[in-house]
């Protein structure tokens, strides 16, 4: 199973960003709370206040599909995640250099996308 990288990109306004943050850091507890989390952080845009980032990182995409169900992420979570940009957020871990252990990655991950069903080849008889 590959690590999980869940980067979400925020567009608040200036005079809103006293607010965000708090809103932010309840739902990083939220998600830190849950089995398979691994660490996570709240960032802006040193060039541009209005441009914000959630992070998280997961044992796998199975621990970050099944936070997102937990009533604690519901109530403090959901709803700042509602408001991200509407892009892809979640990424599988391919390398990093953080002294961590390598990788786990299906036998068949560089010929599978990750929207298609891993298993084994079933041939069907007519």
């Known amino acids: 199973m590959a690590p999980v990288?869940?980067?979400?990109?925020?567009?608040?306004p200036e005079?809103?960003?006293?607010s965000f943050l708090p809103k932010a850091q309840a739902a990083l507890a939220a998600f830190a709370a849950r089995p398979?989390?691994?660490?996570?952080?709240?960032g802006r845009a040193a060039d541009d206040p209005t441009c914000w980032v959630l992070t998280t990182e997961w044992e796998g995409v199975g621990a970050y599909r099944r936070s997102l169900s937990a009533y604690d992420v519901k109530v403090d979570a959901a709803p700042l995640?509602?408001?991200g940009r509407d892009e892809p957020s979640a990424?599988?871990?391919?390398?990093?250099d953080d002294g961590g252990a390598p990788t786990r990655r299906a036998a068949d991950a560089?010929?599978?996308?990750?929207?298609?069903?891993?298993?084994?080849?079933?041939a069907t008889s007519v």
């Open 5 to 12: 990288l869940v980067v979400t990109r925020f567009d608040v």
């Open 15 to 18: 005079d809103e960003g006293a």
């Open 36 to 42: 398979g989390y691994l660490r996570g952080r709240i």
């Open 81 to 83: 995640l509602s408001l």
């Open 91 to 96: 990424f599988e871990v391919l390398h990093g």
């Open 110 to 122: 560089a010929r599978v996308s990750l929207r298609e069903a891993a298993g084994p080849d079933v």
